[in-house]
């Protein structure tokens, strides 16, 4: 493939990093290259303004007067560096910039004792005020008082928790990226997989790119809404914003803090920020040397993997590490002598060996009823048919001898499984009179790309117990190996600076996607990809500096700047195996690849073989993204007021390749009898749909024109100014707006990105795309496509008020706006238009492959190159928003005697302009009962000839059914019928989150427990059924979780004996654990509007299909053994539109009524034509998550700050699989409508006609596994 000289080229490609190129091959540097490289780097920075804490407080005496030029130190107790400062005629005081850890504040003033506050902990952004520092009256002396500060700040108005690194050495942690700890985090939901339903968690055991953040909605925020911040460096994936370009080792890190709301104007991210610091180095040398380790002897073997029998893993991981820290010094030098510059280094390798592939025994393991040996030869007999489909495949009572209706025949599928594939077929092409067949035998009309196709498809490797007849567990090896280092140099007492720099790297190997197994359903899901899969690497570059300086005693400021850079690959192994295509299908775009066969419609059809393969064609896919921020901030303090005020800029570019279904997609759940294909002749299927496949008759297929690589970029340029004033002793107000300039996603190569102007469609302009315009076409629109807004005014407000002015009873309040930008998937789309990319699908259903190809005239215009009728996806003019979130609490803080810490707090936030998801984006989408009417002039030629036709329900004389409408009809009723669908890129979703949030802590010496309980709604209208109508979608979203419980816990058993030799056995064990209980999400977002409705109705000759309040009438009439109509139960006839998903009608209580039944299908029922269902149908949830976890640890104490430490661990100890729909259980998330009706009224049918899948709504499948891990830690 040769692609644009004007973009990235994957090979050869250099990276201009901080001014230095890096190859984007680094595997050719050896780790001691990159460990000095580091060394070089690391020679310069420190936190951001984000990241970085402040330090305030009033020094009065006993009488309250206020005491200025008071002398105040602080000191940070690991690095020995102290910052000294003098309080103002106000008695205020304030350090800025200061990094996190452990310090002490020293005061001093004339007359009065001195006060020492020991054990003040900073964390990532912390405003930590001090009210009352209360000097008294003597001789010099000094005084020393413990400061008392658990998980949560209460010195601001902001929602967060801290997590330090003591507090994540005891917790048993399973990963090794911190991100996993969202889970113990009040208002955190799990994101449940909308494509597999699977409920279960963040799988932490297995190390990969990406980690956690996009697993858990903060707070009823969307998943993208969350960042990711490392020493201050953004490391959040612009791709998705839904991952991390880079772990946060738990080895490597010391502080966590997560902000959820309401959080000052100082920080350029939210409206959730994650912050992790690392580990910097100190005044002595500290370290250690470490190993954890997992094997599959004790684990236990997952609960479904035990279900289907499946192969057991023989899974191994080891995760060897080290860390050490200290001053920088040169032996036999006095270089460093006052230990200013200090270091950390930590390293670790994540060997993992046979792992399950995608990280989880759900997406690693594929069940499926694939053809056996004799229907790779074209063998369908009755024998094969009932070796594939096993119990599922039964003797018919109804059975007719010399029957050609399935209904009829001497086999069928009960429970309307596989139905689509139970026939046996008893004619050729031709039909029954010109081609009989007996036996099934079809071999004489293989089609070479239906041959081919089904030759993909593995054999038969188990006996069919009517579901699956093929089980196959992917196991991998994932190798990763990463670095971290960080310098910090006090260069005076009042200037530091510190730099970090981390690396990671390693080999991904995928056997299926190469983003994850597709698929409606995990088990069940996308085959292996022929010839071995994807072969795939990754490495990523992150870098971040600062400098602090103080001036005087008043004024701070900090510069910082970082970058990030991140480069994967994905290749396939053997790209030879998806070759084969002997023709051309719908363009003539140059693809050799085999289509992707993956659209069946019902979870009922989700073990048919689904197989999605990428073209290879064009190579593999690649993605190389950079990031890179600079800023200022300077801090001012007058009076009783701190001011801060700065500036931030970010750039991000993302160019990426990706596969793009240039082969072509097949959507195969509905085959007709026989259609007239695009020679005019007639074709006759099988009845069969694999059998048609192999003849080379599919139902629909689409495909896109040209594969394009997408290069965008974009930048933000903000300011902020704030102020937190110190009213008195009792109160602080926090008050500040940030003013942000946000370009869209920009194409760098003055091509610009695709808008949908309808007056130039009107006028027809441009003819390769009536409507489309860009930069290139049109100067007037900007490279952006959408306009910029000069800037999004961001007002952020907070108070504390301290009851009694000693820290214990505290109610804080506050509210803040955060904008969010949009990730590069959301904006790719129109760049691919700008670029001339277009999907075509064809409507109707019945073709063959070998004449696709003569409608390609038909739909690209050989002249203009225009694809008329085709989908496009654009972004809308003037559309200048982007994401906003509003949050607002009110939050009381207690704390009691024996330190026991309560909070409880309401929390709640409001978005708009959201993005919204694909499925309503279509401005082009048709009303309720659009093509019952007749059809309109659109002004197009070539469907000049139906002008006022109507389209029937039945066939009745020469009016034609709803089933022969073409594409180009279709189009003919849209309000812009050159095309099918125009998905507009656009900000109109919202949504709203209220929350009663509880904390409660507890810590003594040898004792830690933390609990939280949330209990919350989280609506929106950003994903449904409705296009036409956002009000429609208006539901609990997918992470709506109503209740949410936590519980972190660890003690200590202490010295329990003095003996030197019994101690050793019997002193230092710790034993600590994690409990998570979430409720059930509500299975109508996560499912489906419609759970998935899909039938047929069969009804009798003479059967009227009247639309109500139109002249359109039909009858059914019908010939034949039986003689009936079948009415398929899709949106295009039951509802007039293909754009609106069909809803059915509840008529009783749809609430379970069964163990694991959690939706009665039989509420259910349908609506008659052209009349919508229910678009909400109550709270019908799901199963309950639970897991819980346990480690115990013994320690020995080797010498003075030297300690072996042992630890087994035990995650989800108590071996509890959650219940979870499952493919394993089939129909459990889909309602099938299809059954035969008698009545001659078709809407009294369909009033009639209930939900014939028994199993729907059930979900007694389980999932789940207990692991083992043994880790050895040295610390010194």
Request: glycine share 10%; proline share 5%.
């Amino acid at each position: 493939m040769t692609h644009d000289n004007r973009r990235h080229r994957q090979d050869g490609y250099k990276l201009r990093f901080f001014g230095t190129k890096i190859s984007s091959n680094v595997h050719a540097m050896t780790r001691t290259t990159l460990l000095l490289a580091a060394t070089v780097l690391c020679a310069s920075s420190s936190a951001f303004a984000q990241s970085s804490a402040n330090v305030d407080g009033v020094i009065h005496d006993q009488s309250g007067a206020l005491i200025p030029k008071a002398q105040i130190e602080l000191k940070n107790t690991a690095t020995g560096k102290t910052l000294s400062t003098t309080s103002n005629g106000s008695g205020v005081f304030s350090f800025s910039g200061l990094d996190t850890g452990d310090y002490t504040l020293e005061v001093e003033a004339r007359g009065f004792q001195g006060q020492e506050l020991a054990g003040i902990h900073l964390n990532p952004g912390d405003q930590r005020t001090f009210r009352d520092i209360k000097m008294l009256v003597g001789e010099a002396a000094s005084i020393t008082v413990t400061d008392v500060h658990g998980q949560v700040s209460t010195d601001s108005a902001e929602t967060s928790t801290l997590i330090s690194a003591d507090d994540i050495d005891h917790l048993a942690v399973e990963g090794r990226d911190v991100t996993e700890l969202l889970k113990i985090l009040p208002g955190m939901a799990i994101v449940q997989n909308t494509t597999n339903f699977a409920n279960a968690a963040y799988d932490p055991g297995l190390v990969s790119f990406g980690g956690a953040i996009g697993a858990y909605s903060g707070n009823g925020t969307q998943t993208n809404s969350t960042a990711l911040l490392s020493d201050g460096m953004d490391i959040t994936d612009p791709g998705s914003y839904g991952l991390a370009i880079q772990n946060v080792n738990y080895d490597q890190v010391a502080e966590v803090k997560v902000q959820t709301g309401s959080f000052t104007s100082d920080t350029a991210h939210g409206p959730v920020v994650v912050n992790a610091i690392g580990k910097s180095g100190g005044d002595i040398y500290h370290g250690s040397l470490y190993t954890y380790a997992r094997t599959y002897q004790l684990n236990s073997l997952d609960w479904q993997a035990k279900y289907v029998g499946s192969q057991p893993p023989h899974d191994r991981q080891i995760y060897p590490g080290f860390t050490i820290g200290g001053p920088v010094r040169i032996p036999g030098l006095g270089f460093n002598s006052a230990k200013k510059l200090t270091f950390f280094l930590g390293t670790e390798e994540y060997a993992q060996r046979s792992v399950y592939a995608y990280n989880s025994p759900y997406a690693a393991t594929v069940t499926a009823m694939v053809p056996t040996a004799n229907m790779h030869k074209g063998i369908f007999s009755d024998a094969e048919l009932n070796s594939m489909l096993g119990p599922n495949r039964v003797l018919n009572p109804k059975y007719v001898p010399g029957s050609t209706s399935a209904t009829t025949a001497q086999y069928y599928c009960p429970n309307a499984i596989y139905t689509t594939i139970c026939a046996t077929p008893i004619q050729g092409p031709l039909g029954v009179n010109a081609e009989p067949i007996t036996n099934g035998d079809i071999s004489l009309y293989g089609d070479p790309l239906g041959k081919a196709l089904i030759n993909t498809l593995p054999l038969p490797n188990v006996a069919s117990n009517g579901q699956y007849n093929y089980l196959q567990t992917d196991f991998v090896n994932s190798n990763l190996y990463q670095l971290k280092s960080r310098l910090d140099y006090a260069l005076s007492d009042k200037t530091h600076a510190f730099l970090s720099y981390g690396l990671e790297s390693g080999k991904q190997y995928q056997p299926s996607g190469a983003y994850g197994r597709s698929g409606a359903n995990g088990m069940g899901g996308a085959m292996d990809t022929p010839g071995g899969g994807y072969v795939g690497t990754a490495t990523s570059h992150v870098a971040s500096f600062e400098v602090t300086t103080v001036f005087g005693g008043s004024l701070t400021n900090q510069f910082y700047a970082g970058g990030a850079y991140f480069s994967q690959t994905f290749n396939l192994k053997t790209p030879s195996a998806l070759t084969g295509d002997p023709y051309s299908l719908l363009f003539a775009n140059g693809s050799v690849g085999i289509p992707s066969d993956q659209t069946y419609g019902s979870s009922t059809y989700a073990a048919l073989p689904f197989m999605s393969y990428e073209d290879p064609t064009y190579g593999g896919d690649f993605t190389k993204k950079q990031l890179r921020v600079a800023g200022d901030n300077i801090t001012k303090l007058l009076g009783r007021h701190t001011f801060r005020a700065g500036i931030y800029y970010q750039w991000d570019s993302n160019p990426q390749l990706a596969a793009q279904n240039t082969n072509g997609s097949l959507s195969d759940y509905y085959h007709p009898t026989s259609f007239s294909d695009a020679d005019g002749s007639t074709v006759y299927g099988t009845a069969n749909n694999t059998a048609d496949l192999y003849e080379g008759i599919i139902g629909n297929i689409s495909q896109v024109n040209k594969k394009v690589e997408t290069n965008v970029f974009f930048y933000s340029f903000s300011g902020y100014v704030q102020d937190h004033w110190l009213v008195g002793r009792h109160m602080s107000v926090d008050a500040g707006v940030r003013l942000e300039h946000l370009t869209p996603w920009s194409d760098p190569h003055g091509q610009g990105v695709a808008i949908f102007d309808p007056v130039s469609y009107r006028s027809g302009a441009p003819l390769a795309s009536p409507g489309v315009l860009y930069h290139a076409i049109d100067a007037s629109i900007p490279l952006t496509g959408v306009p910029t807004r000069p800037v999004f005014v961001e007002p952020r407000f907070g108070f504390v008020y301290d009851f009694r002015g000693d820290s214990k009873t505290i109610f804080r309040a506050g509210y803040g706006i955060y904008r969010q930008h949009d990730s590069y998937n959301d904006g790719l789309l129109a760049d691919q238009t700008a670029e001339g990319q277009r999907t075509y699908t064809l409507p109707n259903s019945g073709h063959t492959f070998k004449n696709l190809n003569l409608l390609q005239s038909g739909i690209t215009n050989v002249t203009t190159s225009f694809v008329k009728d085709a989908s496009i996806n654009v972004h809308i003019a003037n559309d200048d928003e982007t994401s906003r979130v509003q949050t607002y609490n009110a939050v009381i803080d207690q704390r009691f005697p024996k330190n026991v810490f309560f909070e409880i707090a309401y929390v709640g936030n409001y978005g708009d302009h959201l993005m919204e998801s694909n499925n309503l984006r279509n401005i082009n989408a048709l009303p309720i009962g659009s093509l019952y009417g007749p059809e309109p002039n659109a002004g197009r030629a070539d469907t000049a000839a139906n002008i006022g036709r109507l389209w029937s329900i039945f066939t009745n004389g020469n009016i034609p059914t709803l089933a022969n409408l073409q594409i180009s009809d279709t189009d003919s009723y849209r309000p812009y019928p050159l095309y099918s669908a125009i998905n507009a890129i656009r900000h109109r979703g919202y949504s709203n989150y209220n929350a009663l949030q509880t904390q409660l802590h507890w810590s003594r010496k040898n004792v830690r427990l933390s609990g939280n309980y949330t209990w919350s709604k989280a609506l929106g209208a950003i994903n449904g059924s409705d296009p036409t109508n956002l009000a429609n979608d208006y539901l609990p979203l997918s992470i709506d979780r109503t209740n949410i419980l936590n519980f972190t816990y660890s003690y200590n058993l202490g010295q329990l004996v003095s003996e030197r030799y019994v101690g050793w056995v019997t002193n230092g064990w710790e034993i600590s654990g994690i409990v998570n209980y979430q409720s059930g999400t509500l299975l109508q977002s996560l499912i489906g509007g419609n759970f998935q409705l899909t039938g047929t109705i069969t009804v009798p000759p003479g059967t009227t299909g009247t639309i109500p309040g139109t002249s359109n009438t039909s009858t059914c009439t019908a010939s034949g053994t039986p003689a009936t109509c079948s009415l398929p139960i899709n949106n295009s006839y039951l509802l007039g539109t293909p754009d609106i998903q069909i809803q059915p009608i509840l008529t009783g209580n749809p609430r379970g009524k069964h163990p694991h039944q959690y939706i009665d299908g039989t509420a259910f029922h349908l609506a008659p034509l052209g009349t919508q269902g229910q678009y909400n149908y109550g709270n019908l949830r799901g199963p309950a998550f639970f897991n819980a976890d346990l480690a115990v640890r013994k320690e020995y104490k080797v010498a003075d700050k030297q300690s072996l430490q042992l630890r087994v661990a035990a995650f989800n100890f108590i071996n509890r699989a959650n219940y979870t729909f499952s493919n394993l259980f089939p129909g459990g998330y889909s309602m099938n409508f299809t059954q035969t009706q008698g009545l001659t009224d078709i809407n009294q049918d369909l009033a009639a006609t209930t939900n014939q899948n028994a199993n729907f709504g059930f979900a007694p499948i389980r999932t789940g596994r207990r692991v083992m891990e043994v880790s050895v830690k040295y610390a010194f």
